[in-house]
């Protein structure tokens, strides 16, 4: 019998619908619209170069950051696409000071809140260098038939139902779970469709890549300076030297040592004694993720990214994330060089 090789997201989506009798379908559809609006936003990055949409719009965004005019377009698009799908009663962005509260009846009854970078990397986009997109969805606290609430945003990681991530690449893929696996899927741009690419994807026990900015080396604790200094020793049993890649966007950096095995820093600085990092839609989402691929996200003091809970809509968290035995080697570091 004639049985089709590829799967679409979309089916995929529907066909994994059995594992939330809870959800009836609305995750689904709320899957369904951020993969919506990814394509557009993937559209305009592609073709960014040609229109004027490169650049800065001389705003600075809440964490005091240039926003570009990228940024402002991809919170439009995504924060649209969710209102539409009238699963969403509001969102938190890193682009807006407070919450995006959704006032229509239909996404006031609403299920759930989504926290997400609709770009993350775009200082990166005048150099074409891969951005992305992060997303974080919870179901909501307050009461449904009322407007969105703080305390929908401020949960623990453990209480997220979904998770994912958009790279815009040399090619486009969307990467999520639902707390039952991971899988990746690349936009075919023939059809207009995200097809299954990566099934069931782990990440390996043992990595040879590391991620960090070592422009702040000497504003990293001890812990952390020997630690990266551990990992350019020639070490045949132990594969080191390791390898450096570090490109300055959260989803390219996470997705490739993801795929290969590695661990991506980004710990407290003199500047940033919190880390840069936002706990709620960059954090949580991808340790979300890394756990269900078999690794490890943590903070500077070894805790579990997942246990920890925001008190702010943009709050900062040092993270250590990729693969186990990666990150424990770290942890015993931090553990020996505490100042």
Do not use: W
């Not at 919506?36 to 949409?53: M, P, Q, S, T, Y």
């Amino acid at each position: 019998m004639f049985r089709k090789t590829v799967d679409t997201l979309n089916e995929f989506i529907i066909e994994r619908q059995a594992d939330f009798p809870y959800a009836k379908g609305e995750l689904s559809r709320l899957l369904t619209h951020i993969a919506l609006a990814a394509k557009v936003v993937n559209r305009e990055v592609n073709r960014a170069g040609l229109v004027d949409i490169l650049g800065a719009t001389g705003d600075v965004n809440v964490q005091g950051e240039n926003v570009q005019k990228l940024d402002d377009f991809a919170n439009a698009k995504f924060a649209l696409a969710l209102k539409g799908s009238s699963e969403c009663c509001g969102i938190v962005t890193e682009e807006s000071d407070e919450i995006i509260k959704f006032d229509t009846d239909m996404a006031k009854d609403g299920k759930y809140i989504v926290c997400i970078d609709p770009l993350d990397g775009s200082s990166n986009i005048d150099v074409n260098v891969s951005i992305g997109t992060i997303f974080s969805i919870y179901r909501r606290i307050s009461k449904r038939g009322h407007i969105a609430q703080i305390e929908d945003f401020l949960q623990e990681g453990t209480k997220q139902v979904a998770a994912g991530y958009i790279i815009y690449g040399s090619s486009t893929m969307m990467v999520y779970t639902t707390g039952r696996g991971i899988n990746g899927f690349t936009l075919d741009p023939s059809i207009g469709e995200f097809c299954l690419s990566h099934r069931n994807i782990q990440i390996p026990l043992n990595g040879y890549i590391i991620s960090v900015n070592e422009g702040n080396y000497k504003q990293f604790c001890p812990g952390v300076r020997k630690y990266i200094d551990y990992c350019k020793e020639i070490d045949e049993e132990t594969n080191r030297p390791y390898t450096a890649r570090y490109i300055g966007s959260l989803v390219a950096d996470f997705h490739r040592n993801l795929l290969k095995g590695g661990i991506f820093m980004y710990p407290p600085t003199k500047k940033h004694t919190q880390g840069k990092l936002r706990i709620v839609y960059e954090a949580n989402p991808v340790a979300f993720l890394v756990e269900q691929a078999g690794g490890v996200a943590v903070d500077h003091d070894g805790r579990r990214i997942l246990d920890i809970k925001p008190d702010d809509l943009h709050q900062r968290v040092p993270l250590y994330i990729g693969s186990r035995n990666m990150v424990e080697t770290l942890l015993e570091f931090l553990e020996k060089n505490e100042e």
